[in-house]
């Protein structure tokens, strides 16, 4: 018995070491296509978003002075010459209040074996600074563009109401940013409002700086048109939430904030066939060992006798299930792929075990082991946080069965030891 059981193990670590190249190879090969992918997918419809809040500068004119060394050519000597110019002074000023409504429309887009997490957004953004300076001056305002991989449709940029102000282009961050400047008086409001329709990739976020900053009178309400909402790491959880139709409203609303965080959203993950496919086989051992042990104490109790080289098969009919699923999901859809190489699986073993044990058994005690063990267990795959609590639960369910029912056994029996009286057992 302990030669057939070491053959089995062996069978199941030589099969075990395949499936292990097979997930290799699948991780390998999903890499190098989101690696190729991506930046032509961020060409096409456009990259990861952040947008920063306009940053303000408060500006005056003052006298500065500069002294200069300067030498006669002809009596070759020096006299300090003294001038004096004109300058503008700038100094950073915050927003007394920021307004602002963001739409999140997420339409997945596949490229090659990959989707990708693409959406529009919408934004508006109304935007208002007091002059608290003693002095009259001007107020310079920066708007820098999330990323210059993307396109801004429908573009508007008031400051004071007046939409003919030419901003200046300057450079700076991941794209172009412009700057506009109007004259203010002291105790002056000045308002200015922002608005675009862009297209962007995996996630967008709102940011208030590069540092803590301070922010005053700030509500930013975001609307998406779906349900699994999720924060970046990093980012601040809104106020409020409320569920509109397939979507959420959410809101962050902050009368005096300091605060180096961001506000974000990540758009919700559809299953790539690749990555699954990998993640699937890297746990199949678990599977075939649950299988495994399910035949062992059935054909024990059964008094089956089942060779390591049928186990050899039913390892390999296993094999054959997840090296179908890899190479079908390049041709089919995620589900179909998975529904046929889980039908030709199983068809596998319980034609093998009707010809070696009978079909009654081949169906009912194998066959519905396989359907658990491996379609099942593999199907927790897909439901992304719920996968370790789904195999949990079988795990706990098949326990509680074997010990049920080789509760009776005795194993130095089985195992050709000499059977303890039962008046010596402890």
Request: proline letters at 4%.
């Amino acid at each position: 018995m302990g030669k057939r059981i070491a053959a089995v193990v062996g069978v199941y670590l030589l099969i075990t070491a395949a499936w292990l190249v097979l997930g290799g190879s699948m991780s390998v090969r999903s890499m190098d296509l989101s690696r190729k992918l991506s930046p032509e997918v961020a060409g096409l419809w456009g990259n990861r978003q952040v947008q920063q809040a306009p940053e303000l500068e408060f500006g005056w004119w003052t006298t500065k002075i500069e002294t200069e060394e300067v030498t006669d050519p002809a009596t070759k000597k020096t006299k300090i010459v003294t001038r004096t110019r004109q300058v503008i002074e700038r100094k950073p000023v915050i927003l007394e209040k920021s307004t602002v409504n963001v739409a999140l429309d997420l339409a997945h887009r596949q490229k090659g074996l990959l989707w990708y997490s693409t959406y529009q957004v919408d934004f508006a953004g109304e935007y208002g600074y007091r002059q608290n300076e003693d002095r009259d001056g001007f107020l310079f305002v920066t708007y820098r563009f999330p990323t210059s991989q993307a396109s801004y449709d429908d573009f508007r940029f008031q400051l004071q109401g007046r939409p003919d102000l030419q901003p200046r282009e300057i450079s700076g961050g991941d794209g172009k940013a412009l700057q506009y400047s109007v004259p203010v008086r002291r105790g002056e409001h000045v308002d200015f409002t922002l608005a675009y329709r862009s297209r962007g990739l995996d996630f967008w976020r709102y940011s208030f700086g590069s540092s803590v900053d301070q922010v005053r009178n700030f509500t930013l309400t975001m609307n998406t048109n779906f349900a699994d909402i999720d924060f970046p790491e990093g980012t601040i959880s809104p106020n409020t939430k409320e569920r509109r139709g397939d979507g959420w409203t959410l809101a962050w609303t902050f009368n005096n904030l300091i605060s180096g965080y961001d506000i974000g959203m990540d758009m919700p993950a559809k299953l790539n066939p690749g990555p699954l496919a990998a993640q699937i086989s890297f746990f199949a051992p678990l599977s075939l060992l649950f299988f495994f042990i399910w035949l062992f104490v059935i054909t024990l109790l059964r008094k089956v006798d089942l060779h390591p080289l049928n186990y050899l098969f039913l390892g390999a009919a296993f094999f054959a299930f997840h090296l179908l699923f890899a190479y079908t999901v390049d041709h089919l859809a995620l589900i179909p792929a998975f529904l046929l190489s889980s039908a030709v699986s199983v068809f596998l073993v319980v034609s093998y075990l009707r010809l070696v044990v009978g079909l009654r058994f081949a169906a009912l005690e194998a066959g519905g082991a396989q359907v658990l063990y491996l379609v099942l267990f593999s199907y927790a795959h897909f439901y992304e946080g719920w996968t370790g609590l789904i195999v949990t639960c079988g795990s706990i369910v098949t326990l509680f069965v074997l010990m049920q029912l080789t509760g009776r056994i005795n194993w130095s029996e089985k195992f050709g030891q000499a059977k303890v009286p039962t008046a010596q057992r402890v």
